[in-house]
C-alpha cells in the first residue's frame, strides 16, 4: 500500500529558528512532491513543490528531494509564530496519477 | 492566483436529511475537480475524482450512492451526502485542476450532522 509517512508533532521551535520536516514516502515510482501548509479549520495552500533530486529555495523555505532514500523535508527559516501550522507532505505516484497526502506534521513556532 | 470557492462554507444538519455542497472555480476552467474528506488530525483523504460531463470515478471505500457527485460545467462541481449520519461529519473540501500537478483547494466546508 502507497504511503507517505510524517510524524505528527507537535514540534515546538523557537521564533527565529530553523524548523526541519520530513516525509518519507513507500512508492519509488512517485515523481512530484509537494508541501502543504494548513491551518486550524482551513483547506491547505501550495507552499513547495519538487520534482528533482536535490535542494528548492523559495524565500525562507527550502525543499529538499533524495529519491534515492524516498525523503523529501521542508526546512523554514527565521521561523516566524505565523508558521505555526499543520504541514502536509504529498506525492504524486505515476501510476495513478493521484495526489497522496501524508498526515501533516503540526509545527508551533515559540515566540 | 486561481480561486476556488465552496458553497457553503458550514452546514448542520439532522440525520437522514441530504446536503448539497458546491465547489465553483471562479476565473478559470477545471477539467477535473476532486473531492476531499479530512476527519479530525487526520489526513485528507480522496473521495473522488469528477471530470465535467462524465461520471465520478470514487476511490475505494467511498459509497457513489451516497456521494452523489455532478459536474455539469467545467467551473461547477457538486457533492450530495444523502441521508447524511453523524458518521458524516467531516471537512469536506474539493480541488480543482488543470493537471494532477497543479490543484487549486477551496476552502472547504464543515458539516456536522446531529
Known amino acids: 500500500q502507497k504511503e507517505v509517512e510524517q510524524n505528527s508533532g507537535p514540534l515546538s521551535v523557537p521564533e527565529g529558528a530553523i524548523a526541519s520536516l520530513n516525509c518519507t514516502y513507500s512508492?519509488?515510482?512517485?515523481?512530484?512532491f509537494f508541501w502543504y501548509r494548513q491551518y486550524s479549520g482551513k483547506s491547505p495552500e501550495l507552499i513547495m513543490s519538487i520534482y528533482s533530486n536535490g535542494d528548492k529555495e523559495d524565500g525562507r523555505f527550502t525543499a529538499q528531494l533524495n529519491k534515492a532514500s524516498q525523503y523529501v523535508s521542508l526546512l523554514i527559516r527565521d521561523s516566524q509564530p505565523s508558521d505555526s501550522a499543520t504541514y502536509l507532505c504529498?506525492?504524486?505516484?505515476?501510476?495513478?496519477?493521484?495526489?497522496?497526502f501524508g498526515k501533516g506534521t503540526r509545527l508551533h513556532i515559540l515566540p | 492566483g486561481a480561486v476556488v470557492s465552496q458553497h457553503p462554507s458550514w452546514v448542520i444538519c439532522k440525520s437522514g436529511t441530504s446536503v448539497k455542497i458546491e465547489c465553483r472555480s471562479l476565473?478559470?476552467?477545471?477539467?477535473?475537480m476532486f473531492w476531499y474528506r479530512q476527519f479530525p488530525k487526520q489526513s485528507l483523504m480522496l473521495m473522488a475524482t469528477?471530470?465535467?460531463?462524465?461520471?465520478?470515478?470514487?476511490e475505494q471505500g467511498v459509497e457513489k450512492d451516497k456521494f452523489l457527485i455532478n459536474h455539469a460545467s467545467l467551473t461547477l462541481s457538486t457533492l450530495t451526502v444523502t441521508s447524511a449520519h453523524p458518521e458524516d461529519s467531516s471537512f469536506y473540501i474539493c480541488s480543482a485542476s488543470v493537471s494532477t500537478d497543479t490543484q487549486y483547494f477551496g476552502p472547504g466546508t464543515r458539516l456536522t450532522v446531529l
Open positions: 504529498a506525492v504524486i505516484e505515476r501510476r495513478d496519477d493521484k495526489i497522496i
Open positions: 476565473d478559470f476552467q477545471a477539467t477535473t
Open positions: 512508492d519509488r515510482g512517485s515523481q512530484s
Open positions: 469528477s471530470n465535467e460531463g462524465s461520471k465520478a470515478t470514487y
